[in-house]
Nanobody, 116 residues
């Protein structure tokens, strides 16, 4: 059974940092097509944040480029999102997604709230 479990969210002041973690079970992230982070703010659609492909290529939304860093630990089967210089507009539920054989697996999300 595939499970993705996010952790590390919380309340932080603007300018602060958080590191989100995604613990994956049921498949090896090394064999995934890509692992990514998405977020959904209240009243808005879920949006792409960052992605790391099987080959190790990194992609970021323009809004988080140079502030957020995605990484993975194949041995631990975990994916991370380091978030720096957080802004109130980063407030959202953050979701981890794994894509394997064109199928997307999602976690339940973790809340990130940035106060001004």
């Amino acid at each position: 059974q595939v499970q993705l479990v996010e952790s590390g969210g919380g309340l932080v002041q603007a300018g602060g940092s958080l590191r989100l973690s995604c613990t994956v079970s049921g498949f090896s992230i090394f064999t995934s097509d890509s692992m990514g982070w998405f977020r959904q703010a209240p009243g808005k659609q879920r949006e792409f944040v960052a992605q790391i492909t099987r080959a190790g290529s990194l992609n970021y939304a323009d809004s988080v480029k140079d502030r957020f860093t995605i990484s993975r630990d194949n041995a631990k089967n975990m994916v991370y999102l380091e978030m720096n210089v957080l802004k109130p507009e980063d407030t959202a539920v953050y979701y981890c997604r794994g894509t394997r054989s064109e199928y997307n697996y999602w976690g339940q999300g973790t809340q990130v709230t940035v106060s001004s």
